[in-house]
């Protein structure tokens, strides 16, 4: 099967947002693949008109004339997915732009996206909901579905932000117009987040105590941020996939929480939920087209639609936000959400933190209240360090945008890494500047509006998942146990490096 790297901006990535991050230890795209600016060795520098034909989404062939005939075939091939991304569906809010995947939008651009793929993203949009909810208008109840909206924790300091609100009331003013719109259930993906950290936690222990020179199990790298991890299935292979953690992201625990547990509790199979994530970025919606199937789910995956927060500020923008507040749904039948919560991290879900506290404790009988990060060559690569009788036992890292995570797997590979694990993230600073969210009309970070959110996320109260009555109820009535075959079943994944194939345009960075 053909992969396709679709526009011309993987430049971008290692020119601009991580440019103040450059590390002297990686070498630059061009040092290590010559002329690797330019992404098809037979596409010539006039293929931006087809990014401009593409984002545009018309139907005229003005632009095509201005390829190289070697170009053309390569615009006819994709036009089903350009008819898909410009076809409009009547109904409210039918102006809103169609969802995009540039390629500075995530890692997710190494020959990674197949022509299938490429299809089913164009339908990840704004389109794809408001189709739902005007099906449930229709007489036909057999084919209404139980809508069901969850909101990313790094989404609601955006929201709050963007309408000069608290991130409370942001939540509220969230759920009232999703509910107005005709959404049933709207839930916090806190909790979700809590199940991946928990089992993490887990997994470090046990490859702490198994890593030895014959077994080298770590570094241990985290599992959250799809960005990443797709890089490192389609691109970097094995031994790094080796290195990843084996628990599921908050998304693909929120998928298996909503279409199995509350599907069950309220009596529905789950093909008869739709399913919408609100995300930071770009790169969920390529997690929710690789989230297998569990046996429960019937075929149906646990994540139908995922919406950037740009996106459903878009659809608040043009709708009415003057409708009555409504407080956020829980899992729990009637119960609601009375407070907004986090975990321990500067703009993530908090994975380093909550391992180094529990790791301390479990491996080293140490108590950490406070976890002191260290900024190293760049504000985006930190370590955090425990010493016991002047050694350092424990030491963790945050690496965050694909110049650190050049550098990470550089070292990795040479055997010059000293960490037993890192948090990484594809976005430089972190979650909270996910490309989806906190961008300015031209495509470049807000920066203002990022710090303004920073300061509104580290204002949110801290909860630490051991601390969730709910969860450990989840475990015992949902999973049968904490260290059950279902709790495994459910809460962890395997990895696969895929091979290139032959008619892989090999594109590198």
Known sequence: MMFLCFFKECSKKTKTDDQENLSADAPSPAQENGEASTFFSFVSSQSKLFLLFFSLGTHSTMYITALKKTEVWLVWWLMPVILALSEAEKGEF????????????????????????????????????????????????????????????????????????????????????????????VFDMTIAADFSILESQKEFVHRYRQHSEEERTLPMLTSACPGWVRYAERVLGRPITAHLCTAKSPQQVMGSLVKDYFARQQNLSPEKIFHVIVAPCYDKKLEALQEGSLPALHGSRGTDCVLTSGEIAQIMEQGDLSVKDAAIDTLFGDLKEDKVTRHDGASSDGHLAHIFRHAAKELFNEDVEEVTYRALRNKDFQEVTLEKNGEVVLRFAAACGFRNIQNMILKLKKGKFPYHFVEVLACAGGCLNGRGQAQTPEGHADKALLRQMEGIYADIPVRRPESSAHVQELYQEWLEGINSPKAREVLHTTYQSQERGAHSLDIKW
């Open 94 to 185: 039918h102006k809103l732009a169609d969802a995009k995947i540039f390629l500075s939008d995530c890692l997710a651009c190494d020959s990674c996206v197949t022509a299938e793929e490429g299809v089913q993203l164009s339908q990840q949009n704004a389109k794809d909901f408001f189709r739902v909810l005007n099906l449930n208008k229709k007489c036909d109840t057999s084919k209404h579905k139980v809508l069901v909206v969850s909101v990313c924790p790094q989404s609601l300091p955006y929201f709050a932000a963007k309408f000069n609100l608290s991130v409370t009331e942001a939540s509220r003013r969230l759920c009232g117009f999703l509910k107005s719109l005709g959404v049933h259930y």
